[in-house]
Nanobody, 126 residues
Framework: QLQLVESGGGVVQAGDSLRLACAGSGLAFGNYAMAWFRQVPGMEREFVGAINRRGDRTDYSDSVKGRFSIFRDNAVNTVYLQMTSLKPDDVALYYC???????????????????WGQGTQVTVSS
């Protein structure tokens, strides 16, 4: 099992920045491509973005492209979601997810993720 624990959520004002972290433990974190999703109650889970195992390729949803960035540090088994220019529309519970992968592939919203974290809440006030 790969355990994933998100942190860094909180309440911020519109325009602020926030960095989320997802720490992995239990299995070789570096063997997994990682993704971030978010979900608002009553809505479908939304793909935010993903990063490959090596950390040199990323992909983002159109709704966050140019504002959010994902990076990882395999030495400390952590993937990060740097969020800037936050908007009220970004309010959600943010999850990280892991997918076994080759070194280069970046998973997408339809990929099958093996492990999920419990989520961290982000609230943006206008």
């Amino acid at each position: 099992q790969l355990q994933l624990v998100e942190s860094g959520g909180g309440v911020v004002q519109a325009g602020d920045s926030l960095r989320l972290a997802c720490a992995g433990s239990g299995l070789a974190f570096g063997n997994y491509a990682m993704a971030w999703f978010r979900q608002v109650p009553g809505m479908e889970r939304e793909f935010v973005g993903a990063i490959n195992r090596r950390g040199d390729r990323t992909d983002y949803s159109d709704s966050v492209k140019g504002r959010f960035s994902i990076f990882r540090d395999n030495a400390v088994n952590t993937v990060y979601l740097q969020m800037t220019s936050l908007k009220p529309d970004d309010v959600a519970l943010y999850y990280c997810a892991a997918k076994p992968s080759n070194l280069w592939g970046v998973p997408g919203p339809e990929s099958v993720y093996t492990y999920w974290g419990q989520g961290t809440q982000v609230t943006v006030s206008s």
